[in-house]
């Protein structure tokens, strides 16, 4: 019986050793950058752009910023119309410049270090890498458009990307095209809310917001829009109401006029203080020349 028992405890001893140390087969971790080693995920291990984007999205959301970028340029590489691809380079490279800028002002006390020559071209505006991605995102979601001008998705991220480079009033029309051909959908009607809400359009972006929340009552972003939208509208009306209060009278209004015709105004006669009678004591006007 000893013996029975000690050949079953080999045996398990055994296939727990082969089972740990055993080699991974090829398809147990896929290539979508959530990889334990980081550094080993090369942009030229991706040949299907899809995937780069794929990959590229996951080490995003990882905070992997950096390697992010690598694989997302790859994908733009494969494949230069991928729009989702440049808005994801965008936001990454948003990241970066986030980044830079806060040290830039913690080490603002620092002695300030010459710059490169050649690194700003004097008298023209150098584009940040943000904004050449969300360009290249504009011009890819206007190719999906043109290619199905009934693509509300394509629509609604070309909003987006309008947003991201602060060209409002073209995200607000964009956004507005994508809310009419699908209503339904919570997110649309919350950005639409908030792009009108930056534009300081308060009563137009109360309906979206108040579509979003019955769309999505736990929708957490448009009950603070549309707290926002509601506050700003009453500040709006209550500038109106106090600008009305100080319009300036109607000329000729005398119900609202403490003045009189000069024709009923009493006059008193000047006392007289020791003039010659006759004389007037005051010099009279001289008169009106007509208009000719």
């Known amino acids: 019986m000893r013996s029975i028992l000690f050949r079953v405890l080999l045996v398990v001893l055994l296939m727990g050793f082969f089972g740990c140390s055993g080699e991974p087969a090829a398809d147990t971790e896929p290539l979508t950058g959530q990889t334990t080693d980081v550094n080993a995920i090369t942009a030229s291990q991706f040949t299907d752009a899809n995937a780069a984007l794929a990959a590229g999205s996951n080490l995003l959301d990882q905070g992997e910023t950096e390697k992010a970028i690598e694989i997302l340029n790859q994908a733009v590489t494969l494949n230069p119309d991928l729009a989702e691809a ?4 965008g936001i990454a490279y948003s990241l970066i410049e986030a980044r830079d800028k ?32 969300f360009e290249k995102a504009v011009e890819a979601y206007k190719k999906l458009i043109d290619t199905n001008d009934q693509d509300h998705a394509a629509y609604y991220n070309l ?53 979003a929340l019955e769309l999505d009552a736990e929708n957490s972003r448009a009950i603070e829009l549309l707290e926002d939208a509601e506050a700003g509208r009453r500040r709006i009306d209550y500038v109106t109401v106090k600008k009305d209060e100080k319009k ?17 105004i009493e006059t008193k006669q000047p006392t007289n203080t020791g003039a010659k009678p006759g004389s007037s004591p005051m010099k009279p006007d001289k008169p009106v020349k007509p208009n000719r």
């Not at 440049?86 to 380079?89: A, S």
């Not at 830039?104 to 004097?122: C, F, L, V």
């Not at 909003?159 to 997110?187: F, H, I, M």
């Not at 300036?248 to 009923?264: C, F, R, V």
């Open 86 to 89: 440049y808005f994801k380079l």
């Open 248 to 264: 300036p009278e109607k000329e000729g209004d005398a119900s609202n006029s403490n003045t009189q015709p000069l024709d009923k």
């Open 159 to 211: 909003g987006r990307s309008y947003n991201k480079l602060n060209e409002d009033a073209d995200a607000a029309k964009a956004l507005r095209q994508a809310v009419k051909l699908n209503p339904e959908d919570t997110e649309y009607q919350t950005e639409l809310g908030a792009i009108l809400v930056k534009l300081a359009q308060y009563q137009e972006a109360i309906p979206p917001l108040k579509k």
């Open 102 to 133: 806060s040290i830039e002002i913690t080490n603002a006390e620092a002695p300030a270090t010459p710059e490169p020559t050649g690194k700003k071209e004097k008298g023209k505006e150098v584009k940040t890498e943000s904004e050449k991605a």
